[in-house]
């Protein structure tokens, strides 16, 4: 459920303002939807990955008595 949340939050334009947009893109020589691609694909990347160690954790508990 956090996921989802997480991925329409980040998918949703408004939270990326057009003048954030222009300053990153001028300060790393990229086009707007390259950053757009890299600031979306890099935080879905980052929600999977905790959430996959939160797993592995919860397993590692489990497994202790």
Do not use: C, E, H
Request: aromatic share 14%; charged share 15%.
């Amino acid at each position: 459920m956090a996921t989802i949340v997480f991925m329409v939050i980040l998918i949703n334009p408004k939270v990326l303002s057009k003048d954030f947009i222009t300053y990153m893109t001028d300060l790393f020589t990229i086009t707007a939807n390259q950053l757009t691609t890299w600031i979306v694909g890099g935080g879905i990347f980052l929600f999977i990955v905790s959430a996959a160690i939160s797993i592995f954790d919860g397993f590692r508990k489990a497994r202790i008595r």
